[in-house]
């Protein structure tokens, strides 16, 4: 028996639908009713722009779905408008203030920020530095002053502008806005020795910028009464369980001491609390100071005696210091030093 062949199936039309146009300039300033220099103002430098303007653009642009061309950008203009921030932990509470003003000053002048976190050793800051540059951000900014002869040689062979901040130093790679971490030592040994105490303590980190308050701290007490005083430290980041054992070690070893200078409030609080478990009363038989001045410790009890840095002045000028370099402007002054305030409060 024979069977008929089928015939083979006509092939299924294709669809005639276009892609969607993607939107461009062009479309948000027709709709706006400005001119594209205008639309390109609002994602680059949008402070130039009246804020009903730059509401406008950017209510367009979401009706749209436009989404700028970074990459397109920083090709045209050699600048890729990033700028990377490097803070040793991303969990204290510490750098907040700086990295709040940091973003608020670059969002104004249409940079953006990526915070990363370098940690306390100079090998995960010499391989974070390299994956950085690498990328080619408009300006970078430091924790701390790069010690690592690498990594410095790697910062000026890039050409990128650098500031580095939480400490001074007279030779910096680029730019400087810190304060003097052995003032703030001496500071606290000499508040410490004024308010009565004679045999005093300090519970530090171990990182190096704490080391130098630690340091300075027990010089200018031994130059104050000839007590040396003992440092217990404690591995950074310092949560406040740190604080509480770091001062029952030293009761242990010296029961004696009328006064602990804490390298965290963190660590003071803590301190504050395992003196109170005790039946210890703070101030009268010890005084607690600590660094940071964080906003808990007005609240404690007693309200915590702290060395305040003024952080987000350290942002704002840090991020004004880069967009000026990036921008081609002049910096009136590459080194900034501003200081610190000791707020004495109930614990001394």
């Known amino acids: 028996m024979t069977r008929a062949k089928k015939s083979p199936a006509a092939p299924a039309k294709k669809s005639a639908k276009k892609p969607a146009k993607v939107p461009t300039l062009a479309d948000i300033a027709a709709a706006v009713g400005v001119t594209k220099i205008t639309v390109s103002r609002a994602f680059n430098t949008p ?19 436009y989404t700028p061309n970074l990459l397109a950008g ?14 040793p932990s991303i969990s204290g509470a510490m750098f907040t203030s700086t990295m709040q003003q940091v973003a608020a000053h670059l969002q104004d002048q249409g940079y953006q920020l990526l915070i990363g976190q370098a940690g306390y050793d100079e090998a995960s800051e010499e391989a974070l530095l390299g994956a950085v540059i690498g990328r080619r951000p408009d ?17 000026r062979a890039a050409r990128i502008p650098v500031v580095e901040t939480w400490d001074l130093t007279p030779k910096p790679i680029d730019m400087l806005v810190g304060f003097s971490h052995p003032a703030i030592g001496k500071a606290a040994a000499e508040h410490l020795y004024e308010r009565g105490c004679r045999r005093a303590a300090v519970i530090s980190p171990d990182d190096r910028r ?9 010089a200018r007490f031994r130059q104050l009464c000839g007590w040396r005083a003992p440092v217990l430290e404690a591995q950074a980041p310092t949560p406040m369980g740190d604080g509480r054992s770091g001062l029952a070690e030293l009761l242990r070893q010296h029961g004696n001491i009328d006064g602990v200078f804490c390298g965290s409030d963190n660590l003071a609080l803590g301190a504050a609390i395992e ?4 039946g210890i009363v703070v101030p009268q038989r010890l005084k607690l100071i ?28 840090a991020a004004a210091m880069l967009v000026a370099r990036a921008t081609g402007q002049p910096v009136a002054q590459r080194i900034v030093d501003v200081g610190f305030t000791l707020v004495q409060r109930g614990s001394s």
């Open 47 to 65: 402070g130039q722009l009246s804020p009903d303007t730059l509401a406008k653009i950017r209510a367009s642009a979401k009706k749209l779905g």
């Open 74 to 87: 920083s090709l045209s203009s050699a600048r890729s408008k990033l700028i990377v921030a490097l803070v």
């Open 139 to 155: 300006g970078i900014i430091l924790t701390g002053i790069v010690h690592s002869e690498a990594s410095r040689r790697q910062l």
């Open 210 to 218: 704490a080391k130098l308050r630690a340091d300075a701290f027990v």
């Open 275 to 278: 003196a109170k478990a005790r």
């Open 290 to 317: 600590g660094y940071g001045d964080q906003s808990y410790g007005k609240d404690a009890d007693p309200p915590l005696t702290s060395l305040r840095i003024e952080g987000g002045e350290i942002g704002r000028l």
